[in-house]
């Protein structure tokens, strides 16, 4: 992989904790911890990703957080040359509207759109969209949605009939200058189908290197399919101190407060989940909850942030050259895009962004340092 590696920050529009525990109770028992996500709390933070040199910052998507297409734009004319990873599913709205917002977006804002696109969440969550199909649909109207979102942006009149969506002579008021990076996450086959056609990104959460670069192959030969060829990011928490005992100190500050009884009740529910990815997160661990050192599933790879929350999983944690050697090893996979967080966001993007990036501007992919 030829090229610089690049690091997104994510932005909490749902607010953001201190440690791990603080994401399940009720209201009062979180507010001691709980960071609004008001627009000067979330300008502060992108503002400190700006300054530390991040690409990016990812917003989510879902009933728990804010919009994400508002919320960024509201941010975007608070900072300078950050760009903002949107996050949406293609299900909540048209792929006209879709290729609209995405023109009016880049020309708004020079050019600072890419897109995560999301194809569900679990069913509860959907139905609260008025989303009922299955998965092996969503993912059909997903492809369906980003032809037509493709095809709007590079032909002035537009027309497509599917299983899905038809759409006749659809354009945009002004023609796309800069086409968005699209980003696709996703471990089913279906997924890597979807992202092998119409991605330029493929996302994958932190599992170990050996299950990264099994994942990778495949989408790297479903692409090859296509006649395309990808690049590779992984979605990642940080716990990087100057020294590795401190990072496995506020490992085990981060989880404390947790009960065995929680652990387990969400560990089952994970290995049920409709999501394949979320079912290989849950599968790194027992579900017990012992001490954090017992939840490290690879030297420097700790799954902490899997006993009790979905989504991405695993921390690189340790010295700040203990963290930047794990980036290293997914770099040598393949990987050249790293999506970053950490407990509570403020404050670890500056460990982060002060001891951990320094060790790695302007390394190429392929050479970056072993631990």
């Not at 530390?52 to 941010?75: K, Y």
């Not at 947790?258 to 599968?283: F, I, K, P, T, W």
Request: charged residues 20%.
């Amino acid at each position: 992989m030829n090229g610089s590696l690049r690091f997104h920050w994510y932005l909490p529009t749902h607010g953001d904790t201190t440690t791990i525990a603080d994401n399940r109770g009720s209201a009062t028992a979180r507010a001691g911890s709980h960071l609004e996500p008001t627009l000067h709390n979330l300008t502060a933070l992108g503002r400190a990703a700006e300054d530390f040199g991040f690409e990016a910052v990812l917003t989510p998507t879902g009933s728990h957080c804010e919009d994400s297409w508002i919320a960024t734009a509201a941010l975007a004319q608070h900072t300078r040359r950050l760009k903002y990873l949107v996050a949406f599913r293609p299900g909540v709205l048209s792929p006209t509207l879709a290729a609209q917002q995405v023109s009016t977006y880049q020309r708004f804002t020079g050019g600072r759109l890419a897109l995560n696109v999301v194809t569900g969440g679990d069913d509860d969550e959907m139905r609260r969209y008025g989303d009922g199909i299955d998965k092996s649909a969503r993912y059909r109207r997903t492809g369906e949605f980003l032809r037509i979102v493709r095809g709007i942006w590079s032909e002035p009149d537009f027309s497509f009939h599917g299983e899905f969506y038809a759409v006749d002579h659809a354009r945009t008021a002004y023609p796309l200058t800069e086409v968005p990076t699209v980003y696709f996450g996703g471990s089913s086959p279906e997924a890597i189908e979807v992202a092998a056609e119409y991605a330029d990104v493929y996302l994958t959460w932190g599992e170990p290197p050996d299950q990264v670069a099994e994942k990778i192959d495949r989408v790297r030969a479903a692409a090859a399919r296509h006649g395309r060829t990808l690049r590779y990011g992984v979605r990642l928490h940080t716990v990087a101190r100057p020294t590795s005992a401190q990072a496995w100190q506020r490992a085990e500050d981060l989880i404390a407060g947790l009960s065995a009884d929680e652990v387990r009740r969400a560990h089952e529910r994970y290995l049920v989940s409709g999501s394949e990815g979320q079912r290989r997160m849950a599968a790194l661990t027992t579900g017990e909850l012992v001490d954090a050192r017992s939840l490290e599933v690879y030297p420097g790879l700790w799954a902490g942030p899997s006993l009790l929350r979905d989504g991405a999983g695993t921390a690189a944690t340790g010295s700040y050259a203990e963290v930047a050697a794990v980036f290293g090893e997914y770099a040598r996979l393949g990987i050249s895009e790293f999506v970053l967080s950490g407990y509570p966001q403020a404050e670890e993007i500056r460990h982060v962004g002060e001891g951990v990036l320094p060790l790695l501007a302007g390394t190429p992919a392929e050479a970056v340092p072993a631990g």
